[in-house]
């Protein structure tokens, strides 16, 4: 029998990732999507760091319709990744720019 080796770390962040999904979404019926209130309660609690700083109330609602491509009211789990990969690209912008600034 073969070994299995563990999990890598890009591998475990897959995992949490669609854990992550699973645990939000399927509140109000659906598994496979993100309703608003889902997504309202996810952004709140998973990334509540970022909504906290927002000083726009309607933020939240305007980034559901712009990551909503299908306009079903929902996101699926490709609509979510969409939301994750813009953060992580903000995030890795961000700190380019500070680690540049700070060199000079």
């Known amino acids: 029998m073969a070994k299995t080796s563990s999990p890598t770390e890009t591998e475990r962040c897959i ?7 699973q645990k939000h979404a399927g509140r109000d019926g659906d598994n496979c999507r993100l309703s608003k209130a889902e997504f309202l ?3 709140n609690t998973e990334l509540g760091a970022f909504t906290k700083n ?7 609602d305007r980034m559901m319709k712009k990551l909503d491509l299908d306009c079903d009211g929902q996101l699926d789990f490709q609509e979510f990744l969409n939301l994750i990969g813009g953060l992580a690209l903000a995030c890795h912008d961000s700190f380019i720019k500070k680690s540049t600034s700070s060199h000079k």
């Open 15 to 21: 995992e949490s990732l669609i854990a992550v999904f």
């Open 41 to 43: 309660i996810f952004m």
């Open 54 to 60: 927002q000083k726009d109330p309607g933020v939240l």
